[in-house]
């Protein structure tokens, strides 16, 4: 599978972006997409993850009720809506891929993208 990420930038404190991630390579509908981030200095940390048919979609703590992950299937899409942003949001945002349920660690996904970087100015 190969990964693509667009849409990230610069925002506001409190603006909104969102991430698209665009999948080639293995039929789209058979992957959960899991979106993580690194800041400079920091782990790769969980973001969202979203099963196969959307049925299941988790998050990460830190974004819950700002941040939305959800997947087109037919435009081999997953999007991460990102709302009420705050600095500590400024990071490398990845999108992934891996086969089976939705997880929130790194290496259970064998499939990256390259990264697009999203500052959030105070």
């Known amino acids: 599978v190969q990964l693509v990420e667009t849409g990230g930038g610069l925002a506001q404190a409190g603006g909104s972006l969102r991430l698209s991630c665009a999948a080639s390579?293995?039929?789209?509908?058979?992957?959960?997409m899991g979106w993580f981030r690194q800041a400079p200095g920091k782990k790769r940390e969980f973001v969202a993850a979203?099963?196969?048919?959307?049925?299941?979609?988790i998050y990460a703590d830190s974004v819950k009720g700002r941040f939305t992950s959800s997947r087109d299937n037919d435009k081999n899409t997953v999007y991460l809506q990102m709302n009420s942003l705050k600095s500590e949001d400024t990071a490398v945002y990845y999108c992934?891929?891996?086969?089976?349920?939705?997880?929130?660690?790194?290496?259970?996904?064998?499939?990256w993208g390259r990264g697009t970087q999203v500052t959030v100015s105070s």
């Open positions: 992934a891929a891996r086969i089976g349920l939705a997880r929130d660690r790194p290496d259970d996904y064998d499939y």
């Open positions: 390579g293995r039929t789209f509908a058979t992957v959960t």
């Open positions: 979203t099963s196969r048919t959307s049925s299941s979609t």
